[in-house]
């Protein structure tokens, strides 16, 4: 594992403007990650996990205003115009998103799919192109790929299709590979599987990755770092092991709670009260306040709590580190 961050952010945020007014989907968040190294980002839907890593790589929609640094192999990217912003992404960073078919053209065959990237950033011939397709169908488990590298997307299933869309995002060797939500779409064996296959892929490529996810369990499974978002904001981020034995903010702790069961044994669900604030509305204070179950915790109404070390490296929003539940200390 090398110590340049190949992706940092810095005081990110992301304030989108909408006819109800101006909607702050990220608000001052910082992480990094190295490469060979996987950072998860967990949260509940619409607690700007996908948004974050859109805005840092220069994909955030046109109403959005951001803010903040971000530097990709450390090349500061605010400051560079559009068509360098977009040549250094197309060159350094794969995306696979949560359905395959947003990614794939139906009309073209898998290979031409996978090559095009190559082509363009690569500036391989027709000919060493579709070779590479071949070869990077292997790569990603496609059984028989000299003969499916002429095969349509609808000609595959939804797992292999997804297999197909990691080739597209590795044909130009990226350093930074984002995976939103890969597997939600696809049954529980296939997700085992393209877990398996990225973790594989990124051990052997030494690919950075910053994988989006709602499933606590896939991110005890691959990641080194994780950040808990909430609300915009980064509410405990810090090495995985540290994180899941030591959860040190509320919501953390009610998301390991919620957890489904892998075994899918008997106890119930435990789901978490209430639902998040609106990006329109937000708090002055902690965003969490109205459903956290650390009572008498009046403060944290008003006033928001800074970002505190808990440990090496673990960090969490809180005025009461450790005091998941019960009282607050008087
Ligand atoms: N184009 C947009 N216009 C207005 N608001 C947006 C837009 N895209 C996202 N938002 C808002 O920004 C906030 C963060 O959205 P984001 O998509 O990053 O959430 P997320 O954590 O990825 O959620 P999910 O798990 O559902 O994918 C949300 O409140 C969302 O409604
Ligand atoms: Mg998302």
């Known amino acids: 594992m090398s110590d340049r961050a190949v992706l940092a952010v810095e005081d990110l945020t992301v304030t989108i403007g909408t006819r109800r007014g101006p909607a702050r989907a990220v608000a001052g ?15 509940e839907s619409g607690s700007g996990k996908s948004m974050s890593v859109l805005a840092a790589t220069g994909l955030a929609p046109r109403s959005a205003r951001v803010t903040g640094r971000v530097h990709l192999l450390g090349t500061e990217l605010t400051g560079l115009p559009g068509e360098d912003r977009r040549r250094m992404r197309g060159r350094h960073v794969g995306f696979v998103f949560q359905d395959p078919m947003t ?112 499933d606590l369990g896939v991110v005890a499974g691959i990641a080194d770092t994780v950040a ?31 957890r489904p069961d892998p075994d899918g044994g008997g106890d119930e669900l435990v789901t978490i009260q209430g639902s998040p604030p609106s990006p329109l509305d937000l708090p002055a204070g902690c965003a969490f306040w109205p459903r956290c179950p650390v009572r008498g915790a009046a403060r944290c109404e008003h006033e928001l709590p800074p970002l505190v070390p808990v440990a090496a490296d673990h960090h969490v929003r809180t005025f009461y580190p450790h005091h998941t539940d019960g009282g607050v200390p008087t």
């Open 103 to 214: 990614s794939l053209n139906p009309v073209l065959t898998v290979g031409r799919q996978v090559t095009e990237a190559g082509e363009e950033h690569l500036g391989l011939t027709r000919r060493a192109a579709r070779a590479r397709a071949v070869e990077l169908l292997d790569l990603v488990g496609i059984p028989s790929p000299a003969e499916r590298v002429d095969a349509y997307p609808h000609q595959f299933s939804g797992g292999m299709r997804q297999r197909v869309v990691i080739a597209m995002a590795l044909a130009c060797e990226p350093d930074l590979l984002i995976a939103d939500e890969p597997t939600t779409a696809l049954d529980v064996t296939t997700q085992a599987q393209i877990v398996e296959l990225v973790a594989d892929l990124q051990r052997r490529l030494g690919t950075a990755v910053v994988w989006i996810t709602h």
């Open 29 to 43: 968040v910082d992480w990094s990650v190295r490469a060979g190294e996987t950072l998860a980002l967990v949260g």
């Open 228 to 258: 808990v978002m909430y609300a915009g904001r980064i509410l405990e981020q810090g090495p995985v092991d540290a994180v899941f034995t030591n959860p040190s903010h509320p919501y953390t702790t009610a998301l390991l709670a919620a």
